[in-house]
C-alpha cells in the first residue's frame, strides 16, 4: 500500500484525520492509547496533594482528557478530592468542574489549583472559586441541565476501606507524619456507609445523575481499585460497572488496567498467607448512547 503525503511509520498518516470528531490525536497516537495496560509514573507529590488520603495522578488524566476530549472541552470530576482532574483540565486546554462534600479537601483542591496557574502559562479555563463546588453529588448534580458535559473522569470513594483497623503500615506512616486517613468524620459522606451494599445503593444515585448531564455520544472514565476487607477480596470495578451499566444507561465500551509500580510492597500474609499487594487500578470506559 502507497503512503500518503505526511504518513508516518508503517503508512499512519502524521496528522489528525479529518473524521476525528473525538480529540485530536492521530491515528498512530491513538493507536498507542488502545492497549489495555498503561503504565502509571507519577512525579513526587506536593505536600499539598500528600495530605489528601486517596489521589490519582494528573498524568494519567491527562492521558484520558487527550483521548476522550478536544480542547476547550467542558469535564466534570463528581468526587474532585485533592483536584488532580482540574489540574490536569489546565494541563490540557480542557475546562473543568469538581463536585467535592468535604469542605476541607474542596479548599484543598482549590489551592492546588491557585498555585498551579500561578507557576504556569496555561489557559485559565479553571477558576478555583466558581469551578470547585461543595456539596453531595448526589444533590449538586441535579442541578445541571441535561447533556452539560463532554467527558467525566473520576475516581469514586472505595466504600470504608480507609476506615478499617488492621495496624497497616501505609496508616502508620500517614499517622506518624499527622496526615488523614479517611475521609471525613460526616454522616453524608459515602466512605462512612457500614454496608458495602447500602454503599453502592447510595453510589448508584450519582451514576444516576452522571448519565443523565453527559452529552450523547460522550464518555466517562471511572477509576478504581480492587480490594480486600477482612477474609474477603471485593471487585469493587466489576460491581460499579454492573452499577453504572445499569442505572446510567452508559456502555461499558472496555477496561484499561493502570499499572502502580512506584508503590511501596507490604508483606501482609507472608510466611502463612496470600494476601495481595495491589499495584493497579482499572479505568472502566463507559459511552452514551
Known amino acids: 500500500m502507497t ?34 495496560v498503561w503504565y502509571s509514573r ?8 500528600s495530605s489528601h488520603p486517596a489521589t490519582f495522578a494528573e ?9 476522550f476530549t478536544q480542547p476547550g472541552g467542558v469535564v466534570l470530576d463528581p468526587f474532585l478530592g485533592s483536584g488532580s482532574a482540574l489540574i490536569a483540565c489546565l494541563m490540557t486546554g480542557r475546562r473543568g468542574l469538581g463536585i467535592e462534600l468535604v469542605e476541607r479537601w474542596a479548599n484543598l483542591a482549590r489551592e492546588r489549583v491557585r498555585r498551579f496557574i500561578e507557576q504556569s502559562s496555561s489557559e485559565c479555563l479553571v477558576d478555583p472559586d466558581r469551578d470547585v463546588i461543595v456539596g453531595d453529588s448526589r444533590v449538586v ?18 466504600w470504608n476501606i480507609l476506615r478499617k483497623e488492621q495496624g497497616m503500615k501505609a496508616e502508620a506512616e500517614r499517622l506518624s507524619r499527622r496526615l488523614a486517613t479517611y475521609y471525613s468524620d460526616r454522616n453524608d459522606d459515602l466512605g462512612n456507609i457500614c454496608s458495602y451494599e447500602d454503599f453502592l445503593d447510595e453510589l448508584a444515585a450519582v451514576w444516576r445523575q452522571a448519565g443523565r448531564v453527559l452529552r450523547d ?28 451499566e445499569r442505572e446510567a444507561h452508559l456502555v461499558l465500551k472496555g477496561t484499561i488496567v493502570l499499572v502502580q509500580d512506584n508503590k511501596t510492597l507490604y508483606p501482609y500474609g507472608i510466611p502463612f498467607n496470600f494476601v495481595p499487594n ?7 470506559i463507559f459511552q452514551k448512547p
Open 278 to 284: 495491589i499495584h493497579h487500578q482499572m479505568i472502566l
Open 42 to 49: 507519577p512525579g513526587p507529590r506536593d505536600n499539598l496533594k
Open 59 to 67: 498524568t494519567d488524566v491527562v492521558q484520558l482528557l487527550e483521548l
Open 217 to 244: 455520544g460522550c464518555y466517562m472514565a471511572v477509576i478504581v481499585s480492587d480490594f480486600r476487607h477482612g477474609e474477603r477480596y471485593y471487585l469493587y470495578h466489576a460491581d460499579t460497572a454492573q452499577a453504572i
Open 3 to 36: 503512503q500518503q503525503a505526511g504518513a508516518g511509520r508503517r503508512g499512519w498518516p502524521s496528522g489528525v484525520d479529518p473524521r476525528n470528531q473525538l480529540n485530536q490525536l492521530s491515528n498512530r497516537e491513538w493507536l498507542k492509547r488502545t492497549k489495555s
Open 141 to 158: 448534580l441535579g442541578n445541571f441541565a441535561e447533556d452539560s458535559f463532554d467527558f467525566i473522569v473520576t475516581s469514586p470513594p472505595y
